[in-house]
């Protein structure tokens, strides 16, 4: 019997019997041993999912669209029946894909509400004979989890020091010895100030930058001191989420100092191989910030290959800038350590101690 046939012996009302659901606590946690199935819209994938969640839409971009606008005009039993009328011809495909995606024979699913869509399909694998488990409130239930989790109290600590100083470099070397860290511009693919956006790609979504903060933050250990780098709220444009943010602005600083030498190698090693057009972009954005004259020198220094006399203008734009945003902390709550003339290993060993 074919399976789109067999369906037809059932009611909507044992079809949901069969359907076993479980909250989103007891979804991160079984999360870690069976795999996720995603059968929300390719779209709605892409703008921000669970970390592993596989995608196997049960309606496509435009299907949904239409199946969506069939809702809205007639109700949902004509929606039904356009959204079957859809996806009839392709249930064995989805089936199949459902049986790879689950070599143990159990599946999570989930789709936005935890409703029509993954309903049907974790019968589909149910009637197979494998074991699916719906997430109840589905995705939007763990973007709820993504929200409060900024809310809850982290032991921070925040790396600061004037642009040059290494903190990427540092904050990696901390991870190297075993400390605790999150990376916010790696997870927001962007290095934070003009210059950031070159060689880092396209940034992720609004969506998708929380859920890989939010992924980060389960992984710690609330007992040590998580390390992050002192940021401005904003990385390229994605926002740090404003509980977290709010932690971050009372947390303790710890300020490294570099030389000015030091910090210039620093900037050369990160962009200095960078095509001189992204660069003149770049200074250009900070254009009004520098000042005509400095900005006209800067951009000529560039079109004549002379990197590093660029951006010993361009620091001092920055360095005025840091100065300004941390005049507004709270100075007892500020440490700074001469980290001259120290490898980036030795710096992280000397904070770990700390």
């Not at 999360?31 to 779209?43: A, C, L, N």
């Amino acid at each position: 019997m074919r399976a789109d046939l067999g369906l037809l012996f059932f009611s909507p009302k044992s079809i949901l019997q069969m359907v076993k659901k479980i909250p989103i606590d007891q979804f991160l946690l079984l999360r870690k041993v069976v795999p996720i199935i995603d059968v929300r819209s390719q779209g709605e994938y892409l703008e921000g999912h669970i970390t592993g969640a596989l995608n196997i839409p049960i309606l496509d971009n435009d299907a949904r669209k239409i199946v969506g606008t069939v809702y809205k005009q007639h109700g949902r039993q004509t929606a039904v029946l356009k959204g079957l009328e859809l996806t009839g011809p392709h249930m064995n495909t989805l089936l199949r894909k459902g049986i790879k995606a689950s070599p143990d024979g159990r599946a999570l699913v989930h789709c936005w509400r935890g409703g029509m869509r993954s309903e049907f399909f974790s019968f589909l694998l149910h009637y197979y004979g494998y074991e699916a488990i719906v997430l109840e409130g589905g995705y939007k239930a763990y973007r709820g989890a993504v929200h409060q989790s900024f809310q809850e109290n982290y032991p921070i600590k925040l790396l600061s020091g004037k642009t040059g100083s290494g903190k990427t470099e540092i904050l990696a070397a901390l991870h190297h010895v075993g400390a605790q860290i999150i990376d916010l511009e790696g997870l927001a693919q962007h290095r934070g100030s003009s210059f950031g956006a070159i060689g880092m790609g396209q940034q992720p979504t609004q969506e998708a930058f929380e859920n890989s903060l939010f992924e980060a933050l389960t992984t710690m250990d609330r007992t040590r001191t998580i390390w992050i780098e002192d940021e401005s709220r904003v990385i390229g444009d994605k926002v740090i989420p404003e509980g977290l943010w709010n932690q971050m602005k009372q947390a303790p600083v710890v300020e490294v100092q570099r030389t000015d030498a030091e910090r210039l190698n620093q900037i050369l090693h990160d962009y200095g191989h960078f095509p001189v057009t992204d660069l003149r972009t770049a200074m250009e954005r900070i254009g009004k910030r520098l000042g005509p004259q400095h900005v006209k020198q800067a951009l000529i220094h560039l079109d004549n290959h002379e990197i590093h006399a660029a951006f010993e203008i361009a620091l001092g734009y920055y360095d005025r800038a840091y100065a300004y945003l941390l005049s507004k902390r709270n100075h007892e709550q500020i440490q700074s350590i001469d980290c001259s003339a120290i490898d980036y290993s030795s710096i992280a060993m000397k904070l770990k101690e700390m």
